[in-house]
């Protein structure tokens, strides 16, 4: 459960396209959070509930 905080940005889901040779190869729905120290939100784009496997999650990392 995410606590609620009053000084934070949101912004709709942000949608991502790779591009080859100027042609879109793939689509993705995204959904961020960005958190302090003590998991209070402080940013979010989309659903701060969506759930993801972290092996998704990392593979940019």
Do not use: W
């Not at 609620?4 to 949101?10: D, E, L, N, V």
């Not at 080859?20 to 959904?31: C, D, L, N, P």
């Not at 961020?32 to 990392?61: M, Q, Y």
Request: with cysteine; aromatic share 4%; proline share 5%.
């Amino acid at each position: 459960m995410t606590e609620p905080m009053s000084k934070r940005t949101q912004a709709p889901a942000l949608d991502v396209y790779l591009l080859r040779e100027g042609i879109v190869e793939s689509r993705h729905h995204v959904h961020a959070v960005v958190c302090d120290a003590r998991g209070r939100i402080l940013a979010l784009a989309g659903n701060a509930e969506t759930a993801a496997f972290i092996r998704s999650a990392l593979k940019p990392f």
